[in-house]
């Protein structure tokens, strides 16, 4: 029930085109949704966050869709670039001040120009 | 500019040696910091809660006795690996609040 599921393991996406990336989770308790992106030898780094009463975040070239019904959330990147050629980690927070994240496995994504 | 800093970035040691790192947020008091443990081409996973001021708590399977960790003041924590070995070698990340990862700390134990 702490487990969040992530998929694909990896993508490889055409410069320009939308790169995404799914997460699925149990525990209804989870009170906070953030995506991380990490390069090789670097620590993640947050890049978007969503918490379960909206459906929708964007920032940017980055989208969180959250269903909260169906307990996934995932994240689209438009206009995919080679620079975003990466590691991406979903996480949940539980809902308690303090508390640490479950994250995902990991999506290894690879834009080609 | 990074706001959790630690060092070293990179540290190599001999098997039975002890290594400690540290792990400093630098715009902000941190009562709870984390430390994670990720190997290659997976996730991060929870080692231990690190609280200011009070004894950490360790994940299921971590040995507390090998990971030391001490969070005397409201900035910095560290995690000092006792009597290392090869398979401690992985990379070693912290966290201030789930906004703010450190850059990691890359340990090699030969």
């Known amino acids: 029930q702490q487990q969040v599921k992530q998929s694909p393991q990896s993508l490889i996406v055409q410069k320009g085109g939308i790169s995404i990336i799914n997460c699925a989770y149990e525990?209804?308790?989870?009170?906070?949704f953030p995506w991380y992106q990490q390069f090789p030898g670097k620590g993640p780094a947050l890049l978007i966050a969503?918490?379960?009463?909206?459906s929708e975040k964007k920032e940017g070239r980055f989208t969180i869709s959250f269903n909260k019904s169906a307990k996934q959330f995932s994240l689209h990147i438009m206009d995919s670039q080679p620079g975003d050629s990466a590691t991406y980690f979903c996480a949940a927070r539980l809902s308690q001040a303090g508390t640490a994240l479950i994250f995902g496995k990991g999506t290894t994504l690879s834009v080609s120009s | 500019g990074a706001v959790v800093s630690q060092h070293p970035s990179w540290v190599i040691c001999k098997s039975g040696t002890s290594v400690k790192i540290e792990c400093r947020s630098l715009d902000f008091q941190a009562t709870t910091m984390f430390w994670y443990r990720q190997f290659p081409k997976q996730s991060l996973m929870l080692m231990a809660t690190?609280?200011?001021?009070?004894?950490?708590?360790?994940e299921q399977g971590v040995e507390k006795d090998k990971f030391l960790i001490n969070h005397a003041s409201l900035t910095l924590s560290t995690l000092t690996v006792t009597s290392a070995h090869p398979e401690d070698s992985s990379f070693y990340i912290c966290s201030a609040t789930w906004r703010f990862f450190g850059p990691g700390t890359r340990l090699t134990v030969l």
């Open positions: 525990n209804t308790a989870f009170d906070y």
């Open positions: 969503i918490r379960p009463d909206v």
């Open positions: 690190s609280n200011e001021g009070s004894k950490a708590t360790y």
